[in-house]
Each structure stands twice: as structure tokens, then as C-alpha cells.
């Protein structure tokens, strides 16, 4: 067999082992390793294969190479005439679509946005497993998983060969070949937490159903392989923490979606829900919990086996499996179960019984709310949806500032503490109209600030001194370590983070000193109650006359009876509040 290759098909070194490797025609890109590379600048000049050329790992490799078009037996003209013959019957019409429907019946790999993945050796090409054809559908979430997906079927023996497409791609079905569809979270999966805008009285997850519905719809109509559809990973932190309540709270919204779509599920031939929520958490309950070992119903620890006493092997004639490889697989602790379950209820009480519980944030602006120097970057971000979407580079602020608004909503105060000039920040800090600015916060979100040159101590004793808050209520965000340490260092009651801004939302959003056991409307207002407030005090500082200061502010008086029926949130939260004349230091019901 005479091979060579490809006249369509050029190879650009990447580094020192990897070679990319691009077909001008079907825009196949496919990323080998030296060695494949090789292989292929053997055949650069039509070659007969040599016989030192053997090994069924070998041939597997040139096999695979022949298949993507990569090498070839024809030479340049018949594979020209072969191309042409694909896209000529256009019968006058432009031949785009076809080129267009040539290039999607070629296409391996995820879009070029995800396009990650190790080079391909000679081991991976030297696959001679059951070749298995899967087209995801989906965003970044199942697509990034594509090379993890060939290489987790190569450990199993599968030859996977995977390509990705959109959600809204529904033709592609149609149009690739394939054995089974595998289908990510749908974008739809965003409106779960805002709600359906189409029906107020729809339950949160109903776009998400339809959308789901839709898509399984569309593709059964293309296609009678399985389908496998993810559900929705259970979220780790949510927006109101503890305060979350009710059907409707964050992580049930997910819950109830999922519930939802393994019943939708039941109404198609052929598809079948992944709980990627139970695969995710097993990775770690496994770990903590023993319903894989004894019964359906204990829920101990794995390390159960380990805390038992040597007098109950009795019961099994004195005879039991190596209790090594259990140590092992718990670390040799047979208590982590119980040391994590203790961190999550400790935090749980702290939540409930408001434990040095933080009032206000207080955040520098500079390389924290956005990157840079505004004053010299002009603007807080550069971003455009052209440039990437909202959960690239900028999700990082972007989902600062997020976290931020949550803890505002928790009843959490704004202030900020920032070396820069007050005017200017005021004056850049606007966002254009193609942000998202229910995500971004807005110098209204905030109570008070200290834009100015002092030094950033004596502003944040200033702030505490203006909201009558003691230092410990307080959370101090820097991105600089030297004004954190100084921080520290004289105002050792204030807690200061901003070492680890990958670490920083999360903490926000779960650290139990930041959340309530219940939001009341008058904590998810505080900011515009506090900012009231200081205006009141303002204005008090302003007038020479108490009866003149007293007047001004128009105070209305309503004084009525609770009813049944009535909410009591209130009542309970000033029953809490009630501490002047509380000498005995309990709290009352």
C-alpha cells in the first residue's frame, strides 16, 4: 500500500512534542504528539509502507490517520476530484453549505473556544478498542470534557471519537454520525435562580423543562440513538445561606429541576438521566459514608469497620477481610465524617445564634472590585461579548460583585476604603448597557465611603465609628498585603481577607459570621435604612435646634394590634434587638 500526506493537511509545531495539525478543507484540528508526527512527515513523499512498519499499535495509529484524512492512498488529483465531487452537485447554487455540511460530517473535538485536550501518541491512535461515535451537545461544561472523555475510554479499551457542538444545534444530529448524544446543562439552567419571566405563578425550573423538552423533541426527530442528559449539580454555596427556606430556596430550585427532569425523561424512548448531582457529591460522601459497605439506612462512616472492638468479630467466627485497604481509602481517620459533619453543624449554629456575626464589608476598590487602576485603565472592565462571556476571565469579578449584592440582600452593609480620588471614581464608575448590571454593584450599593488619600486605618475607624458598629463587626478586603498587614497589625479586632481571590466569593458566600438564619424585609433593606439613618444624623449635626431637627423628620407614629395570621418575623427580630434594658444577657423568645 502506497500512502502519503494529505495535500490539504499542514502540521505547525507547538513546543518541542506536540504538532497541530489542521485539514485546509474540513478544518479538522487535531493535536498529536512527535512521535504521531513522525509518522505522518514519513509519507510527506508518496511512500511504500515499509515492512519494519508493523505491530497492531502501528497500524492501528496509520488506520486512524486514513480515517480523518490526515494520510491518504490517492494521489493529489484523485483526492482533489474526490473533495470536489462532495461539494459539486450545488447545481449553480452557492457551494457554501456544502463545504459548510462537509466540514460538520468531519468535525472531532469540542468548538475551538474549549478546544483543550493532551496531544494524541502513538498509544492513544493505537487504539484497537470497539470505536464508539458521541456527539455532546451543550456549553462549556460538557464540552471542556471532551479529550477527558476519549481518554477515560481509552483506559476502559474504547476508541471514543467525540465532537461538540451548541445546544441550538440541533441539525448537527443529522449531520454527524454518531452512536449515542450526551447533552450538558442547558442554558436555560440560569433562569432556575431568577425565575421563569414568561409565568410569575410557573414553578423556577420551568423554562428549564421546556427547554429540555424542546431539545429532546428536536432531536428525536433527527435521530433514534440514546440519549444521555445530565442533571444539574447541586450547588455548593447559596445566595441567602442558611436563610434560604421553603421549596423554592437555592439548592431546592436545583433539586426540583432535577426531579423534574427525570420525570420528563420518562416520556422519551431511549434517554436516560445522568445524576451528575449524586456522581458529584459520591466522590465525596463515599468517603463519608458507609451505605456501600453494611445496609441501605446506616449512614456511618466508612470507618466504622475501623472504631469497632476486637470482641465483636465473634460474630463472624473470628474472620474478617484485611482492614488495610479501608484505613487506606479514609485516610487512616476513621472520624472524617464526624469532623466534617461538626464544621457544617458549628456553622449552622453560628448562623442560627448570630456568632460574631460581621455587620459591614468593607472593600478596597482597586484590584479588587475590578482589575487595575481606574484612573488609569479608564473604566472598571473592558468587557464585551464579542471579547468572551460573562464566566471567562471577567466571571471572576463579575461574580465578586455578585456575591457582594447576595450580602447586601442578607442585610449585610457596603463601605468602601480606597486611596483614590473620590470625583473620578464617581465619574467612572458606570457601566455600559450590554452588562450585566443585576450582577455588578453601583456606588448606591453602598453605605458610606472613605475615597480619599489617608491612611486606610484611621478611614476604617471612621467608618466605625459613623455606623456606632464595634471594630469586630467589621471585614476589611485588600489586594495589597501591606495595607492588610497594617490592618492587622492595629486593628487586630477587624478580620481582613484578600490573599486568595480565587478563594474569595466562596468564602463570602458561605462563611457563617456573613449570613442570617432568616432574611426579614427590613434586612434586605438595611443599606437604604442605615443610609436614612446617616442623613438623619446629618442633618442633626446641621441643626443648631433639637425641636427644629425633631420636626424635620416627619415622623409618623402607627400603633396597632398583632392578629392572628400576622407574620412574626419582625416582632421576633426586635425581640432580639431588645439589649438596652436586658441585663440577664439572654436573649429573648
Known amino acids: 500500500m502506497i500512502l502519503r500526506r494529505s495535500r490539504f493537511v499542514h502540521q505547525v509545531p507547538i513546543g518541542e512534542d506536540r504538532v497541530l495539525l489542521i485539514h485546509a478543507v474540513s478544518h479538522l484540528r487535531f493535536l498529536v504528539h512527535r512521535d504521531v508526527a513522525d509518522i505522518i512527515s514519513y509519507f510527506d513523499e508518496p511512500r511504500q509502507m515499509p515492512e519494519n512498519f508493523s505491530g497492531p499499535a502501528l497500524m492501528a495509529c496509520i488506520t486512524s490517520l486514513l480515517e480523518r484524512g490526515i494520510l491518504t492512498e490517492m494521489d493529489a488529483a484523485a483526492e482533489l476530484a474526490e473533495i470536489a465531487a462532495s461539494l459539486g452537485p450545488s447545481y449553480g447554487r452557492d457551494p457554501g453549505e456544502l463545504l459548510e455540511r462537509y466540514r460538520r460530517k468531519a468535525k472531532e473535538g469540542p468548538e475551538p473556544y474549549w478546544a483543550t485536550g493532551a496531544a494524541q501518541g502513538l498509544e492513544d491512535l493505537g487504539q484497537t478498542g470497539r470505536r464508539v461515535e458521541v456527539v455532546l451537545f451543550g456549553d462549556c461544561d460538557i464540552q471542556m470534557e471532551a479529550d477527558f472523555l476519549r481518554r477515560e475510554g481509552r483506559r476502559r479499551g474504547l476508541d471514543l471519537r467525540v465532537a461538540a457542538t451548541f445546544p441550538d444545534d440541533v441539525g448537527f444530529a443529522g449531520e454527524h454520525q454518531h452512536d449515542v448524544i450526551l447533552i450538558g446543562a442547558l442554558r436555560a439552567r440560569h433562569a432556575i435562580v431568577t425565575g421563569p419571566r414568561f409565568d410569575p405563578n410557573a414553578p423556577p425550573h420551568a423554562a428549564y423543562t421546556l427547554a429540555a423538552d424542546q431539545l429532546l423533541k ?90 469497632r472492638p476486637e470482641s465483636e468479630k465473634a460474630a463472624v467466627h473470628g474472620l474478617f477481610p484485611d482492614l488495610a485497604p479501608l484505613a487506606q481509602q479514609v485516610e487512616g481517620d476513621p472520624y472524617g465524617r464526624e469532623t466534617a459533619m461538626a464544621k457544617i453543624h458549628v456553622d449552622a449554629i453560628m448562623v442560627a445564634l448570630g456568632l460574631e456575626r460581621k455587620k459591614c464589608v468593607i472593600l478596597d476598590l482597586d484590584g479588587v472590585l475590578w482589575p487595575g487602576v481606574l484612573a488609569e485603565t479608564g ?14 476571565y471577567i466571571g471572576l469579578y463579575f461574580g465578586l460583585h455578585e456575591a457582594l449584592r447576595c450580602l447586601k440582600r442578607r442585610g449585610v452593609l457596603l463601605a468602601c476604603v480606597s486611596k483614590n480620588d473620590e470625583a473620578m471614581v464617581r465619574e467612572l464608575w458606570t457601566y455600559p448597557e450590554h452588562y450585566p448590571r443585576e450582577r455588578l454593584l453601583a456606588p448606591e450599593d ?29 471585614l476589611f478586603i485588600d489586594d495589597h498585603p501591606i495595607e492588610r498587614d497594617r490592618v492587622r497589625q492595629r486593628l487586630p479586632h477587624v478580620e481582613v481577607w484578600g490573599e486568595d481571590p480565587f478563594g474569595l466569593r466562596r468564602k463570602l458566600l458561605t462563611d457563617p459570621r456573613l449570613q442570617l438564619p432568616r ?71
Not at 273 to 290: F, K, P, Q, W
Not at 379 to 391: D, I
Request: glycine share 6%.
Open 218 to 307: 428536536a432531536l428525536r426527530k433527527r435521530t433514534s440513538a440514546p440519549i444521555l442528559i445530565d442533571n444539574l449539580p447541586e450547588p455548593t454555596v447559596q445566595p441567602l445561606g442558611l436563610a434560604e427556606r421553603g421549596a423554592e430556596g437555592h439548592r431546592n430550585r436545583f433539586r426540583l429541576a432535577n426531579t423534574a427532569l427525570a420525570q420528563l425523561a420518562e416520556g422519551f424512548r431511549d434517554v436516560h438521566v445522568v445524576d451528575v448531582a449524586a456522581s458529584l457529591a459520591a466522590i465525596g460522601t463515599e468517603r463519608m459514608l458507609d451505605d456501600g459497605y453494611v445496609g441501605f439506612t446506616h449512614f456511618g462512616s466508612p470507618g466504622w469497620m475501623l472504631q
Open 379 to 392: 473604566s472598571p472592565f473592558a468587557w464585551s461579548p464579542e471579547t468572551s462571556g460573562p464566566f471567562s
Open 446 to 474: 453602598f453605605v458610606t465611603w472613605r475615597v480619599n488619600w489617608n491612611d486606610k486605618v484611621e478611614n476604617i475607624r471612621s467608618i466605625a465609628d459613623e455606623l456606632g458598629f464595634p471594630l469586630d463587626a467589621f
Open 519 to 589: 432574611i426579614t424585609e427590613e434586612s434586605a433593606a438595611r443599606t437604604d435604612l442605615v443610609k436614612a439613618q446617616l442623613s438623619r444624623q446629618q442633618i442633626r449635626a446641621e441643626t443648631l435646634n433639637e425641636q427644629d431637627y425633631l420636626a424635620s423628620l416627619n415622623v409618623e407614629c402607627r400603633i396597632r394590634r398583632l392578629e392572628p395570621g400576622d407574620g412574626l418575623e419582625r416582632v421576633e427580630e426586635l425581640f432580639q434587638r431588645t439589649t438596652q434594658f436586658n441585663t440577664t444577657g439572654r436573649k429573648f423568645t
